[in-house]
């Protein structure tokens, strides 16, 4: 490969390592053209899988300054750059790995920081992106729900405490509102009147 051809390729991997979510170093002796594509197009939207040299990737690494990969660019390599969802090309990466033994998982890096193939397993146990974000308007969805129905169901018991408040300070005169023990008494459905003033008035 003449200098310009290796310089460009260095350049287009060193902006990519930049620009990319996470990144996982694989070895992919043994896989064939097509299982190469299928690889490609189930991680497609979230991951783009590149043939890489094992020279030129440690070049681009270094000027991206990114360490802890040069130890394992060996063999025929190839790195998944992350530029979508980081749990879904994981997943991708894993499940194609658990039925293509051939695809090893080497190395990976997450916004600069090493991954090992137990981590990058382990981001593949998370739930997506998709799947939070759709708990999430679940559960916004039930809390508004909730709210509603808090707003509502107590209008009739708030108008019949507000009524019995106001009949009490009728009943006690101008200056007298409502205390601490009579608001329990009327929240929870009792006689207004303490005990002391039932008796009196009997």
Known sequence: MATPEKAAAIAELTEAFRTSEAAVLTEYRGLTVAQISRLRASMRGHASYVVV???LTKRAAAEAG?????EHLQGPSAIAFVTGDTVEAAKGLRDFAKTHPALVIKAGLLEGKALTPQDISKLADLESREVLLAKLAGAMNAS???????????????????EALRAKVEQEGPDAGPTASSTEDVAEGGDSTTGS??????
């Open 197 to 202: 003033e039932s008796s009196e008035q009997a």
């Open 144 to 162: 508004l729900s909730q709210a509603a129905s808090l707003f509502a169901a107590p209008l009739s018991q708030t108008a019949r405490v507000v």
């Open 53 to 55: 040299k094992n020279t």
């Open 66 to 70: 990114i360490t802890g990969l040069d």
